[in-house]
C-alpha cells in the first residue's frame, strides 16, 4: 500500500504515471494543487468594492428613555434634533456630518429588536465621535457638570490615526469616545 504525499497529489494530479488509491484522493489531489490560484484570483476581485466609503452615516441606538437618551445627547454632547418620526418611535440628532438616531423599544421600529439593552447586554462596545476643540480638562468638567459616568482617558487609534480619548456612558450604558485630533 502506497503513502501519498502532496508532491504524489500533483504528480498523479498531471497524469506522471501515479495513481491514487481511490477517486476521492484524485480530486482532493486536483484541489490542493488549483485551489490556491483561484482563491487568490477571487480575493483580488472582492477586494475592489464598486464604491468608495466616505464616512459613518449614521447610528441607530435603541432606547427605553428617549427623553433622557435625547437630553444627554443633545445638552451634554452637543447634538441638535434634525427630524423626529414620532410614528415610528425615532428622533434622529445631528452629530457633524452624521446621525445618531434613537428609536423607542417600545416603537415601531424599536419592537422588531426584541429585548431592549440593559446591565446584562448592550447596543454596541463603543460609538465615537471626532471633537474639534479637544480640551481634556474642559471636556472632563463639563461631563462631570452634568453627572457623566467618566471612563479611561488615554491616547488611541481611529479613523485620524492616534491621539487623545475620552470614554464616557450615557444614561444607558452605552459607552462613548470622545476623539480628539491626531498627535502630529
Keep these: 500500500m502506497a503513502v501519498w504525499g502532496l508532491s504524489d497529489y500533483g504528480r498523479c494530479a498531471f497524469g506522471s504515471g501515479y495513481l491514487p488509491a481511490s477517486p476521492t484522493m484524485y480530486v482532493k489531489a486536483v484541489i490542493i494543487y488549483l485551489a490556491p490560484p483561484l482563491i487568490a484570483a477571487r480575493s483580488e476581485n472582492m477586494n475592489k468594492p464598486p464604491f468608495r466609503l466616505e464616512q459613518l452615516d449614521h447610528i441607530v441606538l435603541r432606547a427605553y428613555d428617549m427623553p433622557t437618551m435625547q437630553a444627554f445627547y443633545c445638552d451634554v454632547l452637543g447634538c441638535t434634533v434634525e427630524r423626529r418620526q414620532d410614528e415610528l418611535g425615532l ?17 415601531k421600529l424599536g419592537r422588531y429588536g426584541g429585548k431592549g439593552p440593559g446591565t446584562e447586554g448592550h447596543n454596541m462596545d ?53 476623539k480628539g485630533p491626531p498627535i502630529s
Design 91 to 107: 428622533v434622529q440628532l445631528r452629530a457633524g456630518h452624521s446621525l445618531i438616531d434613537l428609536v423607542s423599544i417600545d416603537g
Design 126 to 178: 463603543h460609538l465615537c465621535l471626532s471633537v474639534a476643540g479637544y480640551d481634556e480638562t474642559a471636556i472632563v468638567a463639563h461631563l462631570k457638570e452634568h453627572g457623566v459616568r467618566v471612563g479611561e482617558i488615554g491616547s488611541r487609534y481611529g479613523a485620524k490615526g492616534e491621539g487623545p480619548s475620552i470614554y464616557l456612558f450615557d444614561p444607558q450604558g452605552n459607552m462613548v469616545e470622545l
